[in-house]
């Protein structure tokens, strides 16, 4: 857990410093993971500055104060927040869901993911608390030494989570981690719907959630846009790594072949234990290996693991974590 809190820069520096030795092995991670050698990562890394300065200067300050707080170069410190975008690469797999109203059993909603991924990325996960002083909400995320935005929830219970889409071209524009960072500052869905709709992404992602007043929603993202997904049922929201809506399920080509027998199964969870749903249910379903390799816990397929999980309860501003496996990880439970 890394506890931050005061103006932006202040919230990078204190970052870097209690966490410098966890983001010094992320960036050898990334070294790795690419095949690419750091300095050319830094170099690509750093011609997203401009676009991140233009979408948020606050975002730009804290990682200024994350440089200087870890004893990092500026080139390194961006990289930690474009990894993907830096060497075209395409983040993990993951399975999302929301759930609330008629599918859960007190009305309530739940919402969340594993996080599907190399298994090193966990030797370089920690718990962010964010608590800004500038007026943006208080925030708490599972991310990365370095990363400032990733998977959360705020204080007003906005949360998401993510799932990669695959079959896009990368092409100029912001890259997701700010992004994500930016939807957690959010209030409402709505709030949520309108800062997609009005940036551009350089590639693909889908997009869960929910906020403290019960609404969920599903977002397909592009560089040439959004597109709001409306699942078979009003109170639920299941997506993999494929492409769903009308818009953008002509792109699809089925590069991940485990991501429609995921969604299936997750369907086929879900209306099995529909109207009765709770934390511990879902906990459950994020476990699952019923029918494998269609089991929506991972455990190598296409080099992902499910090295994390994730559920919200932003009614209740409660983030259930779990650290390893759906089958075999431990669950904590935090208050936002």
Known sequence: MIEVAGDAYSLGRQHGEQAGALIRRYLCWIERLTGMPLDRLCANAIGF???MQ???????????????GAGISLEEAVLCQARAEASHTREGGCSAFALTGAATADGHTLAGQNQDLETEYADVAILLRVKPNDGRPSALMFTFAGQLGYAGINEHGVAHFANALYDCPWRPGLPH??????????RSIDEVITLLRAL?????ANVVAVDGKGRIGDIEIRP???????????????HTNHYLTPDYSGHET?????????????RTLVKEAWGSITVETMKTFLS????????????????MHSISGYIAEPERRLFHVRRGHGCLGSWETYAV
């Open 49 to 51: 500055l401009p676009d």
């Open 54 to 68: 233009r979408y948020s200067p606050a975002f730009v300050e804290e990682i200024r104060g994350l440089a200087d």
């Open 177 to 186: 981690y700010p992004l994500k960072r930016g939807m957690l500052e959010q």
């Open 200 to 204: 551009r992404t350089c590639s693909a």
């Open 224 to 238: 040439e846009g959004i597109s709001v997904y409306e699942d078979v049922h009003p109170d639920i929201r299941l």
């Open 254 to 266: 089925h590069s991940l072949p485990d991501s429609c027998p995921r969604l299936d199964r997750l």
């Open 288 to 303: 699952d290996h019923q029918g494998d390799p269609a089991g929506i816990c991972r455990h190598g397929a296409a080099n």
